[in-house]
C-alpha cells in the first residue's frame, strides 16, 4: 500500500516543486516570465509573504505540489502551482493538496482564495469545482495562458 501524506514546505523539497511545475507547464504550455519568477523566487515571494507550499509525499518522494500564495497589496490569496506528477495521477492527489490548502487558509482567517486556470486542463477545473471554487470574470492575470478565473469563500 503507497502511504500518501501532506507535508509543509521544506527547503530539501524546493527542487521537486520546481521540477514538478516545470514539467507540467511545459507539457501544456511555456514557461512564462511571471512562472519563472515566481520559482526562482520561492522564499521572498511565496514563503516570506505569509504563504505556504504543501507537498504530496508517496512512497518518501515528492509526487505533488500547490501553493498558497499571498498578494499583500490587495489583501488576497491565490492558490497556484498545482502539479502533480504523470506516475501519481488519477489517485486523488490534487484533491488532497486543495483540501489542505485550503484548511490552512480556514486556520488561519483567510476568507477568499483565487486561481487562475485554463479550461484546456479540464481535470484540474473539475477539480476546483469539486473543491467548491466558483468561476469569476478574468481580471488582471499574469498568465498569457489563464482563460478562467475561480474563487472560493472560505466560510
Known amino acids: 500500500m503507497d502511504t500518501i501524506r501532506i507535508e509543509l514546505y521544506k527547503p530539501e523539497y524546493k527542487e521537486a516543486f520546481i521540477l514538478l511545475n516545470t514539467e507540467w507547464i511545459t507539457r501544456y504550455f511555456r514557461l512564462e516570465e511571471s512562472d519563472v519568477y515566481t520559482l526562482n523566487n520561492i522564499e521572498e515571494y511565496i514563503l516570506n509573504k505569509g504563504g505556504q507550499i504543501f507537498l504530496a509525499i508517496m512512497n518518501g518522494k515528492v509526487v505533488g505540489c500547490c501553493a498558497l500564495i499571498a498578494h499583500p497589496e490587495d489583501q ?18 490534487g484533491r488532497k493538496l486543495g483540501e489542505a ?12 482564495v483565487f486561481l487562475e486556470g485554463n479550461t484546456r486542463l479540464e481535470s484540474s477545473i473539475i477539480l476546483y469545482h469539486k473543491l467548491g471554487f466558483e468561476e469569476v470574470t478574468v481580471s488582471n492575470s499574469v498568465y498569457e495562458r ?10
Open 101 to 112: 490548502l485550503i484548511q490552512y487558509a480556514k486556520e488561519r482567517g483567510i476568507k477568499r
Open 146 to 155: 489563464c482563460n478562467i478565473m475561480m474563487v472560493l469563500d472560505i466560510e
Open 76 to 93: 488576497t490569496f491565490e492558490m497556484a502551482k498545482m502539479a502533480v506528477s504523470p506516475q501519481a495521477q488519477g489517485l486523488g492527489l
